[in-house]
T-cell receptor, first 112, second 107 residues
Framework: DGGITQSPKYLFRKEGQNVTLSCEQN?????MYWYRQDPGQGLRLIYY???????QKGDIAEGYSVSREKKESFPLTVTSAQKNPTAFYLC???????????FGPGTRLTVL | KNEVEQSPQNLTAQEGEFITINCSYS?????LHWLQQHPGGGIVSLFM???GKKKHGRLIATINIQEKHSSLHITASHPRDSAVYIC?????????FGTGTSLTVIP
């Protein structure tokens, strides 16, 4: 089955720890994205990548880092510098930038 | 200031009603997307528009580029349509999302 997967679905971490969220797609898409969703707010773009070995900051990149070493994978690291990391994180991919995006099921991160 | 405004924020309808959700934006765009988010959090892309009108089943999306406005219509609404509907616009490499319209369809 083609699709985009995120793991885990729920993640708990202690304050001050870095944590990496996984995102994998087998759709052969060039572009991948990471979004953050908070209650009552729209999706906010953290980082995006148009192609392997390239990525760009979105609106709220501070406290986050990404890598794009493989076309299929776009992991997001939430660092201890992120002041309010508790949120719902969504990964998406599209054939090219601005094409229809396909979303993963999301990871709900709670920092205790 | 939000680049994308949706209305209404919340909407309750009786099964079978015709529903309209509106999206206005303030930037020049290359594309507009309508997304559906179910209570579990999963998001599905419904439409991508750059002009005119698209139809898929009971869903119709229209866009007026001059007025910077798009509408999503649901005909013969059903309880399974209950979800949050999100409008998103793309301008260059920038993405802007509305805060969503929460729709509840009552049997």
């Amino acid at each position: 089955d083609g699709g985009i997967t995120q793991s885990p679905k729920y993640l708990f971490r202690k304050e001050g720890q870095n944590v990496t969220l996984s995102c994998e797609q087998n759709l052969n898409h060039d572009a991948m994205y990471w979004y953050r969703q908070d209650p009552g707010q729209g999706l906010r773009l953290i980082y995006y990548s148009q192609i392997v070995n390239d990525f760009q900051k979105g609106d709220i990149a501070e406290g986050y880092s990404v890598s794009r070493e493989k076309k299929e994978s776009f992991p997001l690291t939430v660092t201890s510098a992120q002041k309010n990391p508790t949120a719902f994180y969504l990964c998406a991919s599209s054939l090219r930038l601005s094409d229809t995006q396909y979303f993963g099921p999301g990871t709900r991160l709670t920092v205790l | 200031k939000n680049e994308v405004e949706q209305s209404p924020q919340n909407l309750t309808a009786q099964e079978g009603e015709f529903i309209t959700i509106n999206c206005s934006y303030s930037v020049g765009i290359s594309a507009l997307h309508w997304l559906q988010q179910h209570p579990g959090g999963g998001i599905v892309s419904l439409f991508m528009l750059s002009s005119g009108k698209k139809k898929h089943g009971r869903l119709i999306a229209t866009i007026n580029i001059q007025e910077k406005h798009s509408s999503l219509h649901i005909t013969a609404s059903h309880p399974r349509d209950s979800a949050v509907y999100i409008c998103a616009v793309v301008t260059g490499n920038q993405f802007y999302f509305g805060t969503g319209t929460s729709l509840t369809v009552i049997p």
